[in-house]
Nanobody, 128 residues
């Protein structure tokens, strides 16, 4: 079991930046691949970014690639999402998620079903 707590959300103007953090506890953090998803009102939860357990590989949705950067510090049991050049379409609740290391994860990193544990979410609102 791993518990996840997101922080860093808030209100930002178009073109601004935010850095989200997700602190993990309860299990060995380096045993988990991590992902960030987001959900806007009336939509399904959508993949934003993911990172492998050792931080060696990262994955991004086309809508955030080049603007968002996912990283992790296994010594601090924390995964980050640096978000730059924010626009109105980035407004959503952002969730971090953890997936135990397994051989088929790379086939599911973009799907909520690829993750076993979720945080409670943090709201990001981009205003014009």
């Amino acid at each position: 079991q791993v518990q996840l707590v997101e922080s860093g959300g808030g209100l930002v103007q178009t073109g601004g930046s935010l850095r989200l953090s997700c602190a993990a506890s309860g299990s060995t953090f380096s045993n988990y691949h991590m992902g960030w998803f987001r959900q806007a009102p009336g939509t399904e939860r959508a993949f934003a970014a993911a990172i492998t357990s050792n931080g060696g590989n990262t994955y991004y949705s086309p809508s955030v690639k080049g603007r968002f950067t996912i990283s992790r510090d296994n010594g601090k049991n924390t995964v980050y999402l640096q978000m730059n050049s924010l626009n109105l379409a980035d407004t959503a609740v952002y969730y971090c998620a953890a997936a135990p290391r397994r051989s088929d994860w790379r086939g599911y990193y973009y799907s909520p079903s690829g993750y076993d544990y979720w945080g409670q979410g943090t709201q990001v609102t981009v205003s014009s």
